[in-house]
């Protein structure tokens, strides 16, 4: 953990982002991501490799996503972005064959693209996440698995403190991946703030502070971002990196860095509540 604690004692409030913290959506990310690209660029070259996913008819299956050869490099920089149209940047960076080693080649990458069009494909994005989830509700849960463990966690523990989400995907998929995890009782509506909260997590951390009767230095905040832990530090709440799912030693090697905790899956339970 580089000597950063991941809890306080008098923790009140554990608010976790979603995706890549208590759901493993890149599966889900991708085919989406590659469906909206390639109906907004049908020239692209990178819909061929893609071909088996774009058929509307079918919810593709977690070795048809795995088996494409854009995935690991799409997954690679999934970490990097922050909302739908982050998705648009990493496929035009794939598209141009453009390097990107880290967070400042990234946001300088983004502000070269055009920001009408990556609004396009926010938009967009959403409309074919609805019609992918109800062509095939359950095969579309299944892109969509908890982390293991984590459900369960998050049962044992929910007396101890107030649960909440802070995401920036849309509500009507967290209510129903939590509703498919068995834990959608965990989370009052009060407790779930998606996208339309705003862009920001500190917003979004303020916003369940208020409504808790929270202060910053009771409540811990898990993503799986680091700038996302970066802006909530500063509001003094506790702040840790989910080290599972995307990350890798470079988002680790940062956290650490920047005085954040790395949890991992083997021992996030006791690097949370102790014991």
């Not at 020239?43 to 996913?53: D, F, H, K, N, V």
């Not at 390097?99 to 080649?105: D, H, K, L, R």
């Amino acid at each position: 953990m580089g000597g950063a604690r991941a809890t306080v004692p008098g923790l009140r409030l554990l608010a976790l982002d979603f995706d890549g913290v208590i759901s493993d959506s890149a599966p889900e990310a991708f085919v989406v991501a590659m469906r909206t690209w390639c109906a907004l660029h049908p020239a692209s070259r990178l819909c061929q490799p893609a071909e088996p996913l774009l058929d509307e008819a079918r919810v593709p299956s977690s070795a048809d996503v795995a088996g494409c050869s854009l995935y690991a490099p799409f997954l690679e920089m999934m970490p990097l972005g922050n909302r739908a149209e982050d998705y648009a940047v990493e496929l035009h960076a794939l598209e141009a064959g453009a390097v990107i080693p880290g967070q400042t080649a990234y946001d300088a990458f983004k502000a070269d693209i055009d920001a009408g069009s990556l609004r396009a494909f926010h938009k967009r994005f959403y409309r074919v996440r609805a019609a992918l989830s109800e062509r095939d509700a359950a095969a579309w849960q299944r892109l969509m698995g908890a982390y293991p463990g984590v459900p369960e966690l998050l049962r044992r523990r929910s007396g101890e403190c107030v649960l909440a989400i802070a995401t920036s995907k849309d509500r009507r998929s967290v209510r129903k991946l939590l509703a498919a995890y068995g834990i959608d009782d965990l989370f009052p509506e009060t407790s779930v703030l998606d996208k339309e909260a705003g862009v920001s997590k500190r917003a979004h951390l303020e916003r369940l502070g208020s409504a808790h009767g929270v202060v910053p230095a009771q409540m811990t905040f898990v993503d799986d971002k680091v700038n996302h832990l970066d802006d909530v530090a500063a509001l003094g709440v506790v702040c840790a990196l989910a080290g599972w799912g995307y990350n890798g030693p470079r988002e680790a090697a940062l956290a650490r860095q920047r005085g954040h905790a790395v949890l991992t899956l083997a021992k996030v339970e006791r690097q949370l509540f102790g014991g």
